[in-house]
């Protein structure tokens, strides 16, 4: 088959290549002209399109003559030093998407959004058929949001052959986002203190996540179709204490306040907000909301119909703190 990808240099999305290159499909890989990793990719075999999910026209001459689409495009992030991103990149460059594939006439997409559209639902833990709660606390989740009604939409109405993929926190090696820098700072010591140490995150492993999407993209018979993908409901706390053991450093000795934190988050992202530069310690006040509520995700689903298994979350930190150390 012929399969088509966005985001493709992303965290997972490389996960999702490496796997795939192990097999025949033919990958056609979207990606934007300044993207450093472009070189890399076109070594691995892949077909490489200059583009961009805001620029229907890229889209087109890639998806055109594909099987399956997976989008994987998104600004995943907690702060922009231009906020417009988030709907131009996650709503606008989502709809762009879909209404190609439609166009194309790909036989199936994978959408691959996130547990975060859920918000807080009355559902603990939630599912996939759960009703999401009434609030999301970042513009990432807003964004995602509004994408995910976009593409339930045309699925509905125009019969957009739609597979939905929510992971959920994701670890592993190689991430260059907020979890990355998380655990990074903690094993570096650059950190000042520990934060929300009681709040529950539901955790999953990147290369579970890719394989979850392969598995989803093979099934026959589940176009509308949405997956959780992450099963370990793992406190802050205990993350802390698995990174103390594995490697061996010892944690901030401050355990900040949860309303200390708030403020000092609100403080350093107004600050931020004026010189546009990443707030101190990625201290943003959507990640220290969204860190606050933490998610409980029932991912189960995942492993019935998608034979999936769990990676244990010890791995994961394993392996992220043994790159650290190269």
Not at 107 to 132: M, Q, R
Request: glycine letters at 8%; charged letters at 25%; one cysteine or more.
């Amino acid at each position: 088959m012929k399969i088509f990808i966005t985001g493709a240099t992303g965290f997972i999305g490389k996960q999702v290549v490496e796997l795939l290159l192990k097999t025949k499909h033919e990958l056609f890989c979207l990606v934007r002209k300044t993207n450093p990793d472009k070189e890399e990719l076109q070594k691995s075999g892949v077909h490489v399109i200059e583009g961009d999910v805001r620029d229907k026209a890229s889209l087109l001459q890639g998806m055109k003559g594909c099987d399956i689409a997976i989008n994987l495009a998104n600004i995943y992030s907690w702060w922009e030093p231009d906020s417009s991103v988030y709907k131009s990149v996650n709503v606008d460059g989502t709809r762009n998407v879909m209404e190609c594939a439609l166009e194309t006439k790909v036989s199936k997409v994978l959408h691959i959004s996130s547990v975060v559209i859920y918000g807080n639902p009355s559902d603990i833990p939630f599912k996939e058929e759960s009703t999401p709660g009434p609030v999301r606390k970042s513009k990432y989740a807003r964004s995602k949001f509004e994408g995910d009604q976009i593409v339930w939409d045309l699925f509905k109405n125009k019969g957009l052959p739609v597979v939905f993929i929510y992971p959920a926190a994701v670890l592993g090696a190689g991430d260059p986002k907020s979890t990355g820098d998380y655990v990074s700072g903690l094993v570096k010591k650059t950190l000042p203190a520990t934060v929300f140490v009681n709040s529950t995150l539901t955790w999953v492993y990147v290369k579970d996540v890719a394989e979850a999407i392969v598995r989803a993209m093979v099934k026959q018979g589940n176009i509308g179709e949405k997956y959780i993908v992450g099963k370990h409901q793992v406190t802050l706390g205990e993350i802390n204490t698995l990174i103390k053991e594995i490697s061996g450093v010892s944690l901030p000795l401050i355990k900040m306040p949860d309303f200390m934190t708030l403020s000092s988050a609100y403080m350093f992202t107004g600050i931020s907000n004026l010189i546009k530069t990443k707030p101190l310690w990625g201290m943003a006040v959507d990640q220290m909301k969204t860190m606050r509520d933490g998610f409980k995700a029932d991912g189960s689903k995942a492993e019935r119909e998608l034979g999936i298994s769990y990676t244990p979350i010890r791995y994961a930190l394993e392996e992220v703190i043994a790159t650290l150390r190269k």
